[in-house]
């Protein structure tokens, strides 16, 4: 069974930063996409970046776009997730998830997820 583990959430104050982990138990990460998503209180789920195996492509959200940052160390079976200038909208429990293959926006899409960290940003 493959298990994800997701830390590194926190409170912190509008402005600040905060990095995400994302570490994986039971096999590697090779040839396996990898995606965070959030949600906040009473929404969806919501993508927020993904960065393909080889680490040569990554997307992100119009909404996190030049301020996260999302990158992966595969002999440590870990990804990444650099959070700067947060602002309170960023609050949501943030999960990571993978997949076989190309990355993808969709949550449908994506096979095994994390129990989810919380991010809370306070203005």
């Known amino acids: 069974q493959v298990q994800l583990v997701e830390s590194g959430g926190g409170l912190m104050q509008a402005g600040g930063s905060l990095r995400l982990s994302c570490a994986a138990s039971?096999?590697?990460?090779?040839?396996?996409?990898i995606a965070w998503f959030r949600q906040a209180p009473g929404k969806e789920r919501d993508f927020v970046a993904a960065?393909?195996?080889?680490?040569?492509?990554?997307y992100y959200a119009d909404s996190v776009k030049g301020r996260f940052t999302i990158s992966r160390d595969n002999a440590q079976n870990t990804v990444y997730l650099q959070m700067d200038s947060l602002k309170p909208e960023d609050t949501a429990v943030y999960y990571c998830?993978?997949?076989?293959?190309?990355?993808?926006?969709?949550?449908?899409?994506?096979?095994?997820w994390g129990q989810g960290t919380q991010v809370t940003v306070s203005s």
């Open positions: 039971e096999r590697a990460f090779s040839n396996y996409a």
């Open positions: 960065i393909a195996w080889s680490a040569a492509s990554t």
């Open positions: 998830a993978d997949r076989y293959g190309m990355g993808s926006v969709t949550v449908d899409d994506y096979d095994y």
